[in-house]
Nanobody
């Protein structure tokens, strides 16, 4: 079992930046894909980004491509989401997730662990 704890959420103005962190413990962090999802009030949870075990491969949702960057520091057992040029529509609770592979990250039953989420609010 992997335990995930997000941090870094908060209030930011449109056009601003925010960096989210996800600390992992339990199972080997460096051996699994990590990713971020988000869920706005009244909407379904949606995929944001994922990164493989080594950090050599990343994949992003079209809505955040070019603005968000996912990275990881295996020595610290931490994955990050750098969010730039934030828009009001980015407002959501952001969740960290762990999976065996990047492909499994977007499978219904592919997620091995979820964080409890951190709220990001982007004002106009």
């Amino acid at each position: 079992q992997v335990q995930l704890v997000e941090s870094g959420g908060g209030l930011v103005q449109a056009g601003g930046s925010l960096r989210l962190s996800c600390a992992a413990s339990g199972r080997t962090f460096s051996s699994v894909a990590m990713g971020w999802f988000r869920q706005a009030p009244g909407k379904e949870r949606e995929f944001v980004a994922t990164i493989n075990w080594s950090g050599s491969s990343t994949y992003y949702a079209d809505s955040v491509k070019g603005r968000f960057t996912i990275s990881r520091d295996n020595a610290k057992n931490t994955v990050y989401l750098q969010m730039n040029s934030l828009k009001p529509e980015d407002t959501a609770v952001y969740y960290c997730a762990a999976a065996l592979t990047m492909t499994a990250m977007t499978a219904v039953h592919g997620i091995n662990g979820w964080g409890k989420g951190t709220l990001v609010t982007v004002s106009s």
